[in-house]
């Protein structure tokens, strides 16, 4: 059972543009939900992550979005750059006791000069 | 501060054999999960250590076993390898939160 749905698979935005990559959980014990970038060849690196008790969190061009009660999360890249083109990664897990990483599928972003 | 780090890097092996992967945590964190990533998917848990205990398994085998030691290192063991087991392995280590920081893999091909 997938437990994290991530949409779209692939994705491309002209610099300069807007990305925006959804995930969508059905676990309701999830309570930490982070998105990861990853580089071909590399290990998944920590972008940005949020809480349920916040609706937004921003930091720098990325920012997260949050909705509690449609169970949904997005991550916003403003401004894209050629060198944000990578593999996008939603997860979420439990603070608690086993904190294991539900990943999504991922989303591969081109961002076009 | 060092990151996580993992070895090998890369490893062949054939279908039937054993395998040992190592991954050495970022200084101080005491937790470390390990996670299969088959390619083009996203990571898959396998199974997390705090303090040299198991702390949670994934959907994964017996044949998949691992151990955290005392300077909270870590080793992915897999016994009676199968054409399936090919992917990028991934270690993570983390202190008190739930902020898992990745090392960069170590890709086992089967044959």
């Known amino acids: 059972q997938q437990q994290v749905k991530q949409s779209p698979q692939s994705l491309i935005v002209q610099k300069g543009g807007i990305s925006i990559i959804n995930c969508a959980y059905e676990n309701t014990a999830f309570d930490y939900f982070p998105w990861y970038q990853q580089f071909p060849g590399k290990g998944p690196a920590l972008l940005i992550a949020?809480?349920?008790?916040?609706s937004e969190k921003k930091e720098g061009r990325f920012t997260i979005s949050f909705n509690k009660s449609a169970k949904q999360f997005s991550l916003h890249i403003m401004d894209s750059q050629p060198g944000d083109s990578a593999t996008y990664f939603c997860?979420?897990?439990?603070?608690?006791?086993?904190?294991?990483?539900?990943f999504g599928s991922g989303t591969r972003l081109q961002v076009q000069p | 501060e060092t990151g996580v780090t993992q070895s090998p890097t890369h490893l062949i092996k054939t279908r039937g054999q054993q395998v040992t992967l190592r991954c050495s945590s970022q200084s101080g964190h005491n937790t470390v999960s390990w996670y299969q990533q088959a390619l083009g998917q996203g990571p898959q848990f396998i199974f997390q250590?705090?303090?040299?205990?198991?702390?949670g398994r994934g959907n994964f085998p017996p044949r998949f076993s691992g151990l955290q030691f005392p300077n909270y290192s870590s080793e992915l063991n897999v016994n009676a390898l199968e054409l399936d087991d090919s992917a990028l392995y991934l270690c993570?280590?983390?202190?008190?939160?739930?902020?898992?920081?990745f090392g960069p893999g170590t890709r086992l091909t089967v044959t």
């Open positions: 949020i809480r349920p008790d916040v």
């Open positions: 250590y705090y303090r040299e205990e198991e702390n």
């Open positions: 997860a979420a897990s439990r603070e608690t006791g086993r904190r294991a990483l539900t």
């Open positions: 993570a280590s983390s202190l008190v939160s739930n902020e898992q920081y």
